[in-house]
């Protein structure tokens, strides 16, 4: 499984930005994806997924109605919608994929195949 991400940048409080995700063939069908973030001096953390039944998505509380996860099958790329973005959502963001159980989908050490990391800076 190799996957890439790419749309990071530099954008002001309140604006938006979509990250990519391109992944090898067969990835969706096999796995599921998701995206976490990693802030200077924090911990890698859950974002947001999609599972891999029936693409049931699942976010973290403080993106809940601001980002959006999405795939594109045909395209076996995955995105990230960043809306209303704060300072606090600056972070290295990676995107990831697994077999996490249905109710571990936020666990970080259960997606076994992560990106590059794409660097999102939020400015007030």
């Known amino acids: 499984v190799q996957l890439q991400a790419s749309g990071g940048g530099l954008v002001q409080a309140g604006g938006s930005l979509r990250l990519s995700c391109a992944a090898s063939?067969?990835?969706?069908?096999?796995?599921?994806t998701g995206w976490f973030r990693q802030a200077p001096g924090k911990e890698r953390e859950f974002v947001a997924a999609i599972l891999r039944s029936h693409g049931v998505t699942r976010y973290e509380e403080s993106v809940k109605g601001r980002f959006t996860i999405s795939r594109d099958n045909a395209k076996n790329t995955m995105y990230l919608q960043m809306n209303s973005l704060k300072p606090e959502d600056t972070a290295v963001y990676y995107c990831?994929?697994?077999?996490?159980?249905?109710?571990?989908?936020?666990?970080?050490?259960?997606?076994?195949?992560w990106g590059q990391g794409t660097q999102v800076t939020v400015s007030s």
């Open positions: 990831a994929a697994g077999r996490p159980a249905h109710s571990a989908y936020d666990q970080t050490g259960l997606y076994h195949y």
């Open positions: 063939e067969g990835t969706f069908r096999t796995y599921a």
